[in-house]
């Protein structure tokens, strides 16, 4: 079964989405990129709020592959109690070394490594997460503007992707401006959640308000 992955950037979001009963309550600020980061304050105070009660997955920032600055940034923030911590792995720098350097955390730390579909990601990488201990992958999209992820990557690319991650034991998720009309697309390929962010706030404007009508109507559609 698919679940539903919603992106929050306050307590009131949060707790608005869980009590609509979604799978994972995933913190990031989308004014500040694909993946701005809450401060760490912030999502401490949203970790306490939902108490356990549901997964809470935080991102760290869009920031360029440096080895050191990627892992106490990912440091900090496992350090705010979140279930899980996200790391955009952006065309720049040197991503293997980024993911050597994780692996100092796998062990204490559920890292999920976020590639990017609109930015030719290289899926050789995904045998690497899990030999450094990854709990998961997803694939997004950096540029907002281009559309959903089924309309930058192919589905035949995006199956394959599902494919290898379940092959590595990977968490997998899908994201990137998904709206209601492509859960039925991409449901067939089971992936462990969807992730939603645009399609839940009035408008389709990801960085307004949330809409609890929109909001229902995704968990239902799953």
Same mark, same amino acid.
């Given at each position: 079964?698919?679940?539903?992955?919603?992106?929050?950037?306050?307590?009131?979001?949060?707790? $608005?989405?869980?009590?609509?009963?979604?799978?994972?309550?995933?913190?990031?600020?989308?004014?500040?990129?694909?993946? /701005?980061? $809450?401060?760490?304050?912030?999502?401490?105070?949203?970790?306490?709020?939902?108490?356990?009660?549901?997964?809470?997955?935080?991102?760290?920032?869009?920031?360029?592959?440096?080895?050191?600055?990627?892992?106490?940034?990912?440091?900090?923030?496992?350090?705010?109690?979140?279930?899980?911590?996200?790391?955009?792995?952006?065309?720049?720098?040197?991503?293997?070394?980024?993911?050597?350097?994780?692996?100092?955390?796998?062990?204490?730390?559920?890292?999920?490594?976020?590639?990017?579909?609109?930015? !030719?990601?290289?899926?050789?990488?995904? %045998?690497?997460?899990?030999?450094?201990?990854?709990?998961?992958?997803?694939?997004?999209?950096?540029?907002?503007?281009?559309?959903?992820?089924? !309309?930058?990557?192919?589905?035949?690319?995006?199956?394959?992707?599902?494919?290898?991650?379940? %092959?590595?034991?990977?968490?997998? /998720?899908?994201?990137?401006?998904?709206?209601?009309?492509?859960?039925?697309?991409?449901?067939?390929?089971?992936?462990?959640?969807?992730?939603?962010?645009?399609?839940?706030?009035?408008?389709?404007?990801?960085?307004?308000?949330?809409?609890?009508?929109?909001?229902?109507?995704?968990?239902?559609? $799953?």
């Amino acid at each position: 079964m698919t679940g539903m992955l919603a992106s929050v950037n306050s307590i009131a979001e949060a707790v $608005l989405v869980f009590n609509t009963q979604v799978d994972i309550i995933d913190l990031k600020q989308p004014e500040r990129g694909a993946l /701005g980061a $809450l401060e760490t304050d912030l999502v401490r105070q949203i970790v306490a709020e939902i108490a356990g009660r549901c997964p809470v997955s935080a991102t760290v920032g869009d920031l360029p592959m440096q080895p050191e600055l990627v892992f106490n940034a990912v440091k900090a923030m496992a350090h705010t109690g979140v279930d899980y911590v996200k790391i955009g792995f952006f065309p720049d720098g040197d991503s293997l070394a980024v993911v050597r350097k994780l692996a100092e955390l796998t062990p204490k730390t559920a890292l999920i490594a976020v590639l990017f579909a609109d930015a !030719q990601p290289d899926f050789a990488i995904i %045998s690497a997460l899990q030999q450094a201990g990854f709990a998961g992958v997803m694939l997004d999209t950096m540029d907002k503007q281009k559309g959903s992820l089924t !309309q930058v990557m192919t589905h035949a690319d995006i199956a394959q992707f599902v494919a290898l991650a379940k %092959s590595h034991s990977l968490l997998c /998720g899908l994201a990137g401006s998904l709206r209601l009309d492509d859960i039925a697309a991409l449901i067939p390929y089971q992936a462990d959640y969807l992730g939603f962010r645009g399609a839940l706030c009035e408008q389709h404007q990801r960085t307004g308000q949330l809409n609890q009508q929109a909001i229902a109507q995704i968990k239902q559609a $799953l």
